[in-house]
């Protein structure tokens, strides 16, 4: 038998016009054969475990959500075991205290290294940013507001990403445990 694996799945720009509805997100992932399916608040954000590897979890979930949902946006598949590293990797630990400001972002690729430094232009002071292991820590103590980094980050960064607040990192890290279990 193989080894099943679960996924964090992150769906890339769900909110405002753009709608994955959740209870029937999560019925028709089970219909699509993946187990333990949940879903954290609708902005595109599932768990499911699946015997498959990464692209096919990937090709399988895009599928679906064109199929059923007219999504066609990216979809992200990070395992448990990569989430649990990226939360280890934070080089930011004292930027907790406010998770809301504190961004993670998943990167598809390995930016450029002169679109990290040029990304590093924008970070008004007390701004921290970091990139480790194709994921960008982006840590905004004054929030955000356009101006600052975290806005000039989607398109400076040159790679498609996609980012969740710290609350939402430890939430989805708490279902997929739960569903590891």
Known sequence: MKARTVWIILFRGVGGATRLPVAPLRQKLAEAGFSKVATYINSG???????????????????????????????HAVSLAEWE???????????????????????????EPGK???????AAPGEQFAVINRVAYIHTPGGFDGR????????????PNTARNWNTVLKLAELARAAAT
Do not use: T, W, Y
Not at 48 to 71: H, K, M, N, W, Y
Not at 116 to 122: G, N, S, T, Y
Not at 148 to 159: Q, S
């Open 45 to 75: 954000n599932a768990i499911v475990e699946s015997d498959l590897a990464r692209e096919a979890v990937v090709e399988r979930i895009a599928e679906v959500c064109a199929r059923e949902f007219g999504f066609a946006k990216d979809i």
């Open 85 to 111: 590293e990226l939360i280890e990797a934070n080089p930011f630990p004292d930027a907790v205290a406010v998770p809301k400001f504190l961004l993670v972002a998943v990167l598809a690729g390995e930016p």
């Open 116 to 122: 990290v430094e040029a990304l590093r232009a924008f």
């Open 148 to 159: 600052n980094l975290a806005a000039k980050f989607d398109r400076g960064i040159g790679v």
